[in-house]
């Protein structure tokens, strides 16, 4: 396709047909643990967050987009790694903004130049607070914000991110390690890996889902950060509109908006919970099968003992259990790739490119410009 006036050099690369950026991306997976977790960066960060919880202070995960998942991850990583001394709270960026915390504010920034995320940062060293970032941009504008920053080594070149996604998780489980909480890297390889070889599985959900209005998300521990990602995945790759939903959340009036033009789409991956996670996850599949709507599962199956295989209509795929593994790290490093193969797949059934986020069309553009054309003054 001739290159139009509008697509710079900021904009990924503009392809007619697959294999699509994206999944150049999700490739690029392989091999990311390891440079991510050897960083001896996420120790020194470590020891600002172990400052703070010594002293009581709050300490903050900030992010926008993919990156408040990111930001999210991270969060429920270091929460877990902290045993009790401290929480660790994720947070808007545009509201930490507002109202900024002192004690710790670690940003979670791809390109490092997402305008909200930087003014969180500056805002919270205003109020006195250690700055940390996760980026992969080593001179990006919010490196000059920060105190401390990891530099993850892939920057994803995809604007439906995958990288972008998975690197601050990794960043995550290596600032937990300087926490006490150690994920050997050699584990977490296979685990993306394993969970990469499920692609057969995941495809043949994708082709029982598609067809499906809107897309409904589920997830209760650490799945409810990656039912958040896979729905907005969906709406960016997919171009459909998805909601994510806790799991317990679901029962409790949003039935009303399913019908059979929905897809519901289980993650239970998390091994915490004794089994009560996957009891009440066999009474929402039951309840949407009442209904009529389409239901698919991403499960390890140790954490998913007892769900009823019958009520998931459109077929689930077994994903790596990774008991070597701190559990919220396993959990979000066996559902990351799941996920985003999901989307993929969607993807390639629905005959889209998901690598500009429709911003190839001029009305996108222009919402993208308005958003991006300024930015409220903070301080």
Not at 100 to 125: K, Y
Not at 128 to 144: F, I, S
Request: glycine share 8%; charged share 20%.
């Amino acid at each position: 396709m001739p290159h139009e006036d509008w697509h710079t050099d900021e904009f990924p690369q503009y392809r007619q047909a697959p294999p699509w950026v994206m999944e150049e991306m999700i490739a690029a997976e392989r091999g990311l643990a390891e440079p991510i977790l050897g960083d001896p960066s996420a120790t020194r960060i470590a020891s600002s967050v172990t400052e703070a919880a010594e002293r009581g202070a709050r300490i903050a995960t900030v992010g926008c987009g993919t990156s408040e998942h990111g930001a999210m991850a991270v969060a429920e990583q270091l929460t877990s790694a902290l045993g009790g001394r401290a929480v660790v709270h994720p947070r808007q960026a545009f509201e930490a903004m507002l109202d900024p915390w002192p004690g710790v504010c670690l940003a979670m920034s791809h390109d490092g130049g997402t305008a909200a995320t930087v003014a969180a940062m500056e805002s919270a060293r205003r109020a006195g607070a250690a700055v940390g970032l996760v980026t992969a941009v080593r001179d990006a504008e919010a490196a000059a914000a920060a105190d401390r920053v990891l530099v993850t080594p892939v920057r994803d070149r995809s604007w439906c991110h995958t990288v972008g996604y998975l690197s601050p998780v990794l960043a995550g489980a290596a600032v937990a390690g300087g926490l006490g909480t150690t994920t050997d890297p050699a584990a977490a390889e296979r685990v993306l890996s394993w969970s990469m070889d499920a692609r057969p599985a995941i495809r043949s959900v994708a082709e029982s889902l598609h067809g499906v209005a809107r897309f409904l998300t589920v997830g209760s521990g650490a799945d409810r950060i990656a039912a958040r990602e896979l729905a907005l995945k969906i709406e960016e790759g997919v171009r459909l509109p998805a909601a994510a939903r806790d799991l317990e959340t679901i029962l409790h009036g949003h039935w009303v908006a399913v019908d059979d033009r929905t897809a519901v789409i289980l993650l239970l991956t998390d091994r915490r919970g004794g089994g009560a996670r996957a009891a009440r996850a066999a009474q929402m599949l039951e309840a949407a099968r009442a209904i009529g709507a389409r239901t698919a599962a991403l499960v390890v199956p140790a954490a998913a003992e007892g769900l009823p295989v019958d009520a998931i209509s459109a077929g689930s795929a077994d994903l790596p259990e990774a008991a070597d593994l701190p559990a919220p790290t396993a959990s979000l490093l066996a559902s990351a790739p799941a996920l985003q193969l999901l989307t993929l797949e969607l993807v390639h059934l629905a005959g889209v490119n998901p690598d500009l986020i429709r911003r190839e069309q001029a009305p996108y553009r222009e919402a993208a410009r308005i958003a991006e054309a300024s930015f409220p003054p903070h301080g």
